[in-house]
């Protein structure tokens, strides 16, 4: 307990009086124990590790010091009491228990107080050692005592000890060696800081660290206030703790150490990721998947809905998605057949569903989805193409899937964090997580709510079918027990209670079991549940029950749909493709859950095919109608508007042009309902394919024909065959003028869905129109004079040119071939006239007459053209 008052004394001082009191208590913790008599001298002694030596207002030792204080104190006297050297007396006790100690201040009586202190001293700590040391806290053999060189100082603000001891000089600096010498003796000091230079007025101090904070308690204690002499000049000690950590260390200590500090921090980050993060994220993913987030889900809703707005409402039908579509649309029916296969069964592959756009791929597929109930996430590749940064495409994938929370801005951390660090430590931290690796981390997550996805619904049906189970149980059970009934063979034994007690006891039925031989009559066959069929209906019930419980782990497996699958918009989104096509590869590997994958192009099933190089892919293909499917289906829609369903030749024949194509026929359907006859229908139609084809084929100017993927004379050269022709050869159209043997023309021409490329076992075969409507489109721009004289000119143009880079290489080489000629002699020549140089002449000479012909075939034909230029139009 620290004292409230302040003590001045010095180190020895005489008393010229005799003032004697009894022993007693303070209440600042001052143990008074007797008065000074005349012609003495007093000092002070320092006795440590008496109490704990409190490091911080959080250190609870310091109430054990509390606790036992009276003890020790009393203790430390009878030890000091002992003492007789030099009248050696002591007057109080003073606990510092901050400090861990108590200050002693005794009276002796010596003509050399200096001596007097030193033998006190040795004496003191020697009579310590007979006793096992001084009094502790924590044992004997613990605490010394110390002379008091300076003069004691009780403070009690927050200052507590540390093992570093700030000493500072009023005064001349004393040297380093001096301080050692003088502060050895209480503790191994480890290192002395020098002094350093302080602004005007402020005392030069220098810093002494302590092996142990008992030392620097003592120092602090012991040397306060000491005086040093030399050379005619003094300087006054001042000692205070000083704190291990400084301002600004630990900062100063994680900047120094990027090395260790980055990697740490990242790990912990990571882990906190993995932790916490991820389990919400895959409980938000398995909350989209089975509407927890959807109010529309919720049973309140529906029974509010059914009473209130169903009720007021008028009940209206979507001409767009009439039940007869199955009947009328008979091309769809074998593909849902083998989707609904592929859904039927545990997946082992992957289903890849492909056709033109407007085929009814995503139509078909919602209803097979809708009619089966299955649980179904769907992943769009357009939308996710249209992002215009990686972090947009991770954003578009976790808002497409319910991941959730997704902190995008932490990619731009990483990467400054990895400038950063190439300029810290040389080289790059390795923080940045690329494009594939945070498409697979969100995959991942993903997967695993869809494998909690798929035990959620597994154990709903497994309590399903364990009810239905008890209830044919219980069904059974009842049917026999009525059975029985008729038979006369069943009692419950609890109706002998009405029985009565003693003598009318004896009126109940009994407990013991009945049997067939107590039946009262002929048994009648009311329900086949004699003795010898149960076992037979057990049975038969088991094994159903076991083919619902494989059915019912089939409808709980939940269905990845990826919308769009087709690589456009660059080296990212291809990336993108590669890493679903993994992720669903390891889906169906793993029967996690069934995987479909819808595309527009049957050539993009080549990225799956890389993921499963062992398994082949279920194909789902979808073409256009056949003309009387279609032709019913306008109908029955037309029919269902409320329209005439009695067609016209000329309507026939118009509604034929435009093919099997879902989207056409749907915009005709459209455009009748606006009022439009069927004829300016399709004349609409066809009018805007060739303002779109001409776009799309040949670009707006120079600039958008330079970015397209062919060139226009590519374009030029086969949608003018396929106004002629239903169908091309490929490699024909491949090996010829202006593609020599260049396929990614013709495959992104495939992809825009300007051409389509049929296949013949396996290879490609024949080009025709993109959509069927197309094949008019071509012949509207065949028909065009203006534009056919301008695209024919530019395909002459470039072939004038093949034809005189072949003439001027044929010259080449006949010159080449007539040096060679001009070296030989004339009977050599004569005898050798059918050598291999004449043959080549020959030939040259052939081929550029040919060559020239064309050129001057193409030049007259050019004529023609710009004649037709000339007239305008």
């Known amino acids: ?178 301080l050692y010498n003088l502060l050895r003796p209480y503790g191994r000091i480890y290192h002395i800081f020098p002094p350093a230079s302080v602004p005007t007025g402020t005392l030069r101090s220098t810093d002494i660290a302590f092996h142990r904070v008992r030392a620097a308690t003592i120092v602090r204690n012991v040397v306060h206030g000491y005086n040093i002499s030399k050379n005619g000049s003094t300087t006054r000690l001042h000692t205070t703790y000083q704190r291990h950590i400084q301002a600004h260390v630990i900062r100063d200590w994680l900047t120094s150490h990027p090395r260790i500090v980055l990697p740490i921090v990242f790990f912990l980050l990571g882990t906190l990721t993995y932790t916490i993060f991820d389990p919400v994220r895959a409980l938000f993913v398995e909350g989209k998947m089975l509407n927890w987030f959807d109010y529309r889900e919720y049973g309140i809703y529906k029974w509010l809905r059914t009473k209130t707005l ?85 954003a578009a994938l976790a808002q497409q899937t319910g991941y959730r929370p997704i902190f995008t801005f932490l990619n731009s951390l990483s990467s400054m964090i990895d400038i950063a660090s190439m300029g810290l430590i040389g080289q790059k931290a390795g923080f940045t997580t690329s494009l594939p690796d945070q498409l697979k981390q969100i995959l991942e997550v993903v997967g695993t709510a869809l494998k909690s996805v798929n035990q959620s619904l597994r154990s709903d049906a497994k309590r399903k079918v364990k009810a239905e189970r008890e209830a044919e149980v219980r069904k059974a059970a009842d049917a026999r027990r009525r059975n029985r009934i008729r038979r006369g063979i069943w009692h419950d034994g609890r109706l002998d209670c009405v029985a009565g007690t003693g003598v009318m006891s004896e009126l109940g039925f009994g407990d013991e079991a009945c049997n067939d031989a107590d039946s009262d009559s002929a048994e009648v066959d009311v329900l086949p549940m004699e003795e010898g069929n149960e076992k037979i209906a057990e049975d038969m019930l088991a094994r159903k029950q076991r083919s619902v419980e494989e059915l019912q782990a ?169 106004s002629q022709k239903a169908e091309l050869p490929y490699y024909d159209v491949l090996s010829g003028f202006p ?22 076992n396996g290879r490609p075969s024949t080009i025709r129109p993109g959509r069927p409507v197309y094949k008019y489109v071509f012949e509207r721009l065949v028909n065009d004079p203006v534009f056919r004289a301008t695209q024919d000119l530019a395909v002459n143009e470039r072939q004038i040119s093949s034809a005189e880079s072949t003439i001027k290489a044929c010259e080449a080489e006949l010159a080449t071939l007539g040096d060679i000629s001009s070296g030989e002699r004339f009977f050599q020549t004569l005898w050798r006239s059918r050598r291999a140089p004449a043959e080549r002449k020959r030939y040259l000479l052939r081929k550029m007459y040919a060559a020239q012909m064309r050129v001057l075939a193409l030049e007259k034909q050019d004529a023609e053209l710009r004649k037709i230029l000339a007239k305008g139009g």
């Open 1 to 178: 307990m620290l004292a409230k008052n302040a003590i001045n004394l010095t180190t020895i001082r005489h008393i010229s009086f005799v003032h004697l009191r009894p022993s007693w208590r303070t209440g600042q913790g001052l143990r008074k124990l007797t008065g000074s008599s005349m012609n003495t001298h007093e000092g002070w002694l320092f006795v440590d590790s008496v109490f704990p030596i409190r490091l911080g207002t959080w250190d609870l030792r310091y109430y054990i010091g509390v606790l036992r204080e009276e003890t020790l104190l009393e203790t430390l006297e009878t030890r000091l009491s002992a003492m007789k050297t030099h009248d050696f007396n002591v007057l109080s006790l003073e606990p510092y228990q901050k400090d861990g100690g108590v200050f002693v201040k005794f009276s002796y009586s010596a003509t050399d107080p200096h001596n007097a202190l030193e033998r006190i001293e040795n004496d003191l700590k020697e009579e310590a050692n007979k006793h096992g040391g001084m009094p502790s806290w924590a044992g004997p053999g613990v605490g010394s005592v110390w002379l008091v060189k300076g003069r004691p100082w009780r403070e009690d603000m927050n200052r507590y000890p540390s093992g570093i001891i700030k000493v500072a000089f009023e005064g001349p600096d004393v040297q380093e060696e001096s």
């Open 310 to 394: 169903d009720r007021l409402s008028i009940a209206s039908v979507d001409m767009d998605t009439v039940t007869a579509d199955q009947d009328v649309w008979k091309e769809r029916k074998d593909a849902e057949v083998i989707l609904r296969n592929y859904l039927s069964d545990l997946p082992t592959t992957v289903a890849f569903v492909h056709g033109p756009q407007g085929s009814g791929k995503s139509r078909m597929l919602s209803t097979v989805l809708r009619d089966f109930g299955r649980k179904a996430i769907v992943i769009d590749c357009a939308e996710l193409n249209k992002a215009t940064s990686d972090s947009g495409l991770v």
């Open 554 to 722: 089939i409808s709980a497996l939940p269905v990845v749909v990826i919308k769009n699958f087709a690589a456009r918009g660059g080296a990212n989104r291809e990336e993108l493709l590669k890493v679903l096509s993994q992720w669903a590869a390891t889906l169906v590997d793993n029967q996690i859950a069934h995987v479909i994958i819808v595309s527009d192009n049957r050539e993009n099933a080549k990225l799956l095919a890389r993921a499963l190089p062992s398994k082949p892919l279920n194909s789902i293909a979808l073409y256009d109608a056949d003309a009387p499917s279609a032709l019913s289906f306008v109908k029955e829609r037309l029919r269902d508007a409320g329209l005439t369903t009695d067609l016209t030749r000329g309507q026939i024949a118009c509604i034929e042009r435009l093919g099997g194509r879902a989207s056409d026929l749907a915009s005709l359907i459209h455009k009748v309902r606006s009022g439009q006859s069927i004829e300016e229908a399709v004349e609409d139609i066809i009018s805007r394919g060739v303002g779109e084809l001409r776009k799309n084929a040949f670009g707006e100017d120079i600039d958008d024909a330079k970015s397209l993927p062919w060139s226009r004379e590519q374009a030029w050269t086969v949608l003018k065959q396929l």
């Open 739 to 760: 593609f020599k043997g260049d396929e990614l023309p013709l495959r992104s021409m495939e992809h825009t869905e300007l051409i389509s490329i049929g296949t013949l």
